[in-house]
């Protein structure tokens, strides 16, 4: 199945805690205040292009500042779930739709549909909209969209009974990001496993990731099935295949 998801989002009025008063409470038609934002768009291009930006904003409105803080999108999730716990976070925010969801869950974002409409809804793609919509309500703008693809080397996808192009979860162990991506194959015995696209900012290379396929099962079928857990060593090599694994390597039952 051929995923296709957004690679990021911009949150609006996140919350943030500055002491010196948002824009928005600035006298009728004057701005005035500090917004701190965050981004993680660690590129020359891009990062160049919002500094660029902030900096004309704060010419045309001397009354207002803005913080930009930039992080790596390993570094990024971190500082939310920190901030979060400790009321910290931003004014804006860029996201991934994941992270969208996980802040509308703790309330910490609020919806941004007068945003959208000012710029025009017309010129955001729906699918994409719906990443950050619950109950009727966005808290986000689509930024960019990309499909998310992984590299995943043959003899590991057939040990492991996953076909090309199957919809997978990943799970990165160093930093607990969890994401969804589809396979596609590589040579056999490579001992390479890529990620590409927006998943590559997921994860950093080296860490450990443990990937996921799923199935439908009707009741009968439930009480037989047994899970194929495939273990590889440092080198990506199969190790060995069992049917269960729990806090820590349990006997093994040979499929």
């Not at 934002?37 to 001397?62: C, Y």
């Not at 609020?110 to 919509?133: C, Q």
Request: aromatic letters at 8%; proline letters at 3%.
């Amino acid at each position: 199945m051929l995923t296709v998801i957004m690679g990021a989002t911009l949150l609006v009025g996140c919350g943030g805690n500055s002491s010196k008063g948002s824009a928005a409470e600035a006298e009728p038609g004057k701005l005035k205040g500090e917004i701190t934002f965050w981004h993680s768009f660690t590129q020359g291009a891009r990062l160049e292009t919002i500094q660029a930006v902030a900096d004309q904003f704060m010419k045309d409105n001397p009354d207002v500042k803005i913080n930009i803080e930039t992080f790596s999108w390993g570094d990024f999730y971190t500082k939310w779930t920190t901030g979060l716990a400790s009321g910290n976070v931003p004014d804006m925010s860029t996201a991934l739709p994941g992270h969208v969801v996980e802040m509308m869950d703790a309330e910490a974002i609020i919806p941004v549909d007068d945003v959208i409409d000012n710029i025009g809804r017309d010129k955001f793609s729906k699918s994409a909209l719906s990443e950050g919509e619950s109950v009727g309500s966005h808290y986000s703008l689509p930024l960019y969209s990309h499909a998310q693809v992984m590299w995943y080397r043959k003899d590991l996808l057939e040990a492991a009974g996953i076909y090309e192009y199957e919809k997978v979860q990943i799970v990165d162990v160093n930093n607990g990001n969890r994401f969804e991506t589809y396979t596609i194959a590589r040579e056999r015995g490579t001992g390479m496993i890529c990620l590409n696209g927006a998943a590559a900012r997921c994860v950093s290379t080296g860490d450990k990731i443990i990937l996921m396929a799923y199935c439908e099962l009707n009741e009968n079928e439930v009480k037989d099935h047994r899970p194929k857990v495939v273990f590889v060593d440092d080198n990506n090599k199969v190790e060995r295949v069992t049917s269960y694994e729990k806090h820590g390597r349990l006997s093994d039952i040979i499929l």
